[in-house]
């Protein structure tokens, strides 16, 4: 089956008309990476949610499994059978057609070895690639029974740490509807009245941490972008979340604390409610905005909780610039949260563990990835970080703030406006 | 640094109330697995998307990698540091913890090490051990330098084909939330009216392909449900996808046929609009549906090819029962659209292509998995197909109707309503 005479191609050659440009890398990078660690290419193998891949290739893969091959200057793409029209829409280098039941890895080793035999320079030596160090197992055997020798390489994960503006514009355009979402439980709350046994109701009926979240991700939907199952809300100590593993329409809970969650899940005023997104755009980058609420506070726990969340939140912008080390950023919101008495809490949507360094982590392709505490990364300007220093309490609940920033020369900015309010505005 | 204190333990013990039963394995044929293949396990490694995994161990996983063991009856998992309080919620072997910086495939090799030391039945032979053909080359490596030697094996895979009662039931949740889009996405059709050039209007402005798909998932989204990124609306030769690779707030869209989209992407009356969505609920398990509907049809090529589909639809559901090969029921909605003199196009949601053998896919924790009709697979009483015969036209657009069924030892089940409706319904 050939696909040469898709009536798709005849667009690709004009490019859709209506498609916005793309944020793209050309991979110049790894034409450096390849010459300086004297390999003959590199090759990535994975699925339509590899960030890596997406990120070189600007194609969204099916579930299926896929190859891209850069050697001699060259970006080839070898997609699934079924998948070759969209990819010449979607990718800007060469495409490889093969039989639908090909290897993804025979077909790297395929491209490889044309280049090869098309250079006069190559000598007999075992070549080297480069891969990722995650490439599945059986696409590397292929590789090497094809006689390569594999050496991994990282140099994609750091070039996705440095944003460029095209990257930066997507990442703000997915913040913006990530305000949005966050705005609309806020709307919610401020709408919301006390019933019985201070119970809020909204509309008439009790105002659950399920229906809560439902209505964020309808407003993230709204405006354009996937909640990504990334979507928390806690209420108290009860935290729901599209990504409890639980299925069915009723109610989903867990507890973020040592007390055991409400059944009901239902908010109450002088209690705080965490509405914290990830949501995903079409471009494949993410947001993240997290915002903690009080509905008629009596000053308690929870103004202090959101006073202290506030300074640590601040304090760690503050540490923001260019050579900085990551976990110095999150240790300095966590000293912040220490000297208002309290200890600190992971950055993470759905986690209740406690890791203080990842506080700080980046924001791209993937939800978290570099630069990262724990493996000793510094900040570099382009990076996009986010800040999320929280507070927990077994009894009281959670708060949590949280900020989006570029890294610039200067320090950083803010990436969305960064309004923020205790108690929740109409 | 230990999680052994987390104060949510407390709650691991007695579960968290409010928590609905999740679909869960208990791995029992991975022992059948290993004791046939001579292993002394089993270990996949992944991050929180893979399905394997969450099949495995229901644990939802960060975008950071973890480890699951499968060895002398027992099951193990290797989370990453700072998950370890979510791990326990989730997971109900046992948790292997270790510092933040050990490998996935070193905790790994370390389990069955202790594993084959408590055994005094394990002798000097090089263990194997079974992986999926896909696990990441550096753990691959880490366990081949601590003497296992690897062979590969899709048991997992195969496992998942077959769903259990609470998988079904899983699926069903997500494909009412579905069922709840796709009407949205009628409704709105049905209260559009036609304006200026055909064009149709809704609340007094032009309704794009992209207003259409934002309601859709609004919906969605109050359903309880993920749009995954997996909803695209076409208009016409125009379709709007979250998955196009394209950043930004403005509209997006690319051609499905060889004529150019039509840049504002507004819908038109006597003109077919597709709605197709295979959402994701908090469970990991997919729905997928589709629709088309004609605003005010004269009665011309869409009108055709809905009979057509509808007839190939249905011809393809006539052949579903166990011991059918998958190949079959899609050539039979192929033969079915031939004989209306319409040609066949893919199943897929994002996709031009021509590939008229996936029509037919299994649906589960992946959007498209086993049963698939490349590999020469039969059905099985358990498995849940989507079945989306479609028709594509370069002047006139693109028709597709979906159905997702269960097979039964009888033949099949719909999940679902299966209403169809040509016309839109308010």
């Known amino acids: ?20 440009a793309t944020p793209a890398t050309d991979g110049t990078f790894l034409d450096v990476e390849i010459d300086e660690r004297d390999a003959v290419g590199y090759v990535a193998v994975g699925g339509g949610l590899d960030a890596d891949l997406r990120y ?6 099916p579930e299926d499994r896929y190859a891209y091959v850069h050697t001699g200057g060259e970006r080839v793409l070898c997609p699934p059978a079924d ?4 990819a010449r829409r979607q990718f800007d280098g060469r495409i490889a057609t093969a039989r639908p039941a090909d290897h993804p890895g025979e077909r790297a080793a395929a ?19 480069l891969v990722p160090p995650t490439i599945p197992h059986d696409a590397a055997i292929y590789l090497e029974r094809a006689g390569y020798e594999l ?19 997507a990442i703000q355009s997915v913040q913006r509807a990530a305000e949005r979402g966050v705005r609309r439980g806020e709307r919610i709350l401020a709408a919301a009245e006390s019933g019985a046994a201070d119970e809020l109701l909204w509309k008439g009926r009790p105002l659950t941490a399920e229906r809560l979240r439902r209505e964020v991700n309808a407003e993230l939907a709204r405006g354009g972008v996937s909640d990504a199952g990334n979507t928390s809300v806690a209420v108290g100590s009860t935290v729901v979340t599209g990504a409890t593993g639980v299925a069915g329409s009723s109610d989903v809970s867990e507890a973020i604390t040592g007390n055991a969650p409400r059944a009901d899940g239902v908010a109450h005023r002088d209690e705080s409610v965490v509405v914290d997104v990830a949501p995903r755009g079409p471009s494949g980058y993410h947001g993240r ?11 308690g726990w929870e103004r202090r909780a959101y006073v202290a969340s506030e300074a640590a939140l601040d304090a760690a912008l503050g540490e923001i610039e260019p050579g900085a080390a990551v976990a110095d950023v ?22 209740s563990d406690s890791d203080p360094t990842e506080i700080v982590h980046g924001v791209g392709l993937s939800r978290r990835e570099r630069p990262r505490a724990q493996s000793g990364a ?18 009281h609940g959670q708060v949590r703030l949280s900020e989006l920033i570029v890294v610039t020369d200067e320090g950083y900015e803010r990436i969305g406006g960064g309004e923020r309010a205790f108690t929740p505005r109409e």
């Open 56 to 61: 070189l290739t600007r194609f969204r893969g």
């Open 83 to 86: 998948c070759v029209a969209r």
């Open 111 to 129: 491209v490889l070895d044309s280049a090869r035999e098309a250079d006069p320079a190559s000598d007999d030596r075992a070549p080297t690639v």
């Open 378 to 395: 510094t900040l570099e300007s382009g990076g996009i970080l986010a800040v999320s220093p929280s507070v927990t309490d077994g009894d």
């Open 330 to 351: 999150g240790r300095e919101a966590t000293a912040e949260l220490a000297a208002f008495g309290f200890g600190p809490t992971s950055g993470g949507n759905t986690d």
């Open 1 to 20: 089956m050939t696909h040469e005479s898709d009536p798709a191609e005849a667009v690709a050659e004009r490019g859709p008309i209506g498609q916005v």
């Open 151 to 169: 050496r991994s390489t990282t140099a994609v994960g750091e070039a996705r740490t440095t944003k460029t503006d095209a990257e930066i514009e």
């Open 289 to 299: 905005l997290s915002r903690t609420f009080v509905v008629d506070s009596d000053g």
